[in-house]
């Protein structure tokens, strides 16, 4: 998948134009229901990535206040109210598109792998206020949440403590936030819209603690494609945030050259998803696959 150019990125905004105008003329406003009222007054105030994670909040949010939700997210709901968190500048179609879609895949692969080992830990990296635990919960595993300080204490405030699920405040890229992880078996560990925060010499480095600490797991990782890299502004809602995209790969099978003992088991486009549910995506899935964000689930031990 080498020799993505300016040309591709071209026909994709293109492609990608044309698709928003059909599907706001004919999917769009049918799916739309009422959104959740943010309580006044209820101000937060997070650090600039930490920021994106009411991005997805706001989208799962609003897509389970719809008549026919894909996904639905009680929690989401509860905590945009709670917070008071407007989401008109986070929920964008493209985006609101891409989160259902990324969440269906997640969570499949998630229940998937957890139905191989039922008692396995899972670490949801970069966690933001995500809820799958509540999704695919089977009564046995450990969910160890891991996000900056600022963002963990918020969400230890509006989730409340659990006997299967523990908060871990660190920053990724600098802490020793696996310390308080049990390494005694499986581990599933998620990075859902993550890695392009990171630099690539900071990814390398966290597949390297995540094998030298964990003896057998997987990992689930959303990746984006190189041409993405820097273009955050053209992001329909990150772009109202301080935050910069700055890892983007075209072939996941390229990272296993980042840390010996990584192997990649498959890769899936958002679109595959989509194209469940809208033509749109099906669309989306014949022509644009290049220029999609996915998900990659690579196995290390
Ligand atoms: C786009 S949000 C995704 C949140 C969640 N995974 C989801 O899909 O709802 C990105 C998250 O990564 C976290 N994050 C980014 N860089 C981080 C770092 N160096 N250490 C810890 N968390 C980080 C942010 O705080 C934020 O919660």
Redesign the pocket.
């Known amino acids: 998948m080498e020799g993505l150019t300016y040309k591709h990125f071209l026909v994709g905004a293109i492609g990608a134009v044309i698709l928003f105008i059909l599907y706001r003329k004919f999917v769009g406003k049918k799916q739309q229901g009422p959104k959740p009222k943010p309580r006044e007054g209820a101000a937060i105030s997070l650090g600039d990535?930490?920021e994106?994670?009411l991005?997805?909040?706001a989208i799962k949010a609003n897509e389970s206040a719809r008549k026919q939700p894909r996904i639905y997210d009680e929690k989401a709901v509860q905590i945009i109210a709670d917070l008071g968190v407007d989401t008109e500048k986070y929920d964008k179609y493209f985006s609101h598109e891409g989160v259902v879609a990324r969440t269906l895949l997640f969570d499949e692969a998630t229940r998937e792998l957890l139905e191989k080992y039922p008692e396995a830990n899972v670490v949801n990296i970069?966690?933001?206020?995500?809820d799958r635990f509540s999704r695919t919960d089977n009564g046995k595993c450990h969910w160890y949440h891991?996000?900056?300080p600022d963002?963990i204490e918020l969400r230890c405030r509006v989730f409340g403590s659990h006997e299967r699920q523990t908060c871990i405040a660190g920053?990724?890229?600098r802490d020793d936030w696996t310390k308080d992880i049990p390494n005694n078996r499986e581990t599933i560990i998620i990075a859902?819209?993550?890695f392009m925060?990171f630099t690539e010499e900071q990814v390398k480095a966290l597949m390297a603690q995540i094998k030298s600490y964990f003896h057998h797991g997987y990992l689930l990782v959303e990746l984006m494609p190189s041409f993405a890299t820097g273009n955050e502004r053209m992001h329909d809602s990150v772009k109202s945030t301080k935050a910069h995209f700055t890892f983007g790969i075209n072939d996941g099978k390229e990272m296993e050259k980042y840390c010996d003992g990584f192997t990649l088991l498959r890769e899936s486009t958002f679109f595959e998803a989509m194209k469940r549910y809208s033509w749109i995506g099906w669309i989306g899935d014949k022509l644009f696959r290049r220029i999609m964000n996915r998900l990659a689930i690579f196995e290390f031990k």
């Open positions: 990535v930490q994106t994670a991005i997805p909040l970069g966690c933001g206020f995500d891991v996000d900056m963002l920053n990724l890229v859902e819209g993550l925060y």
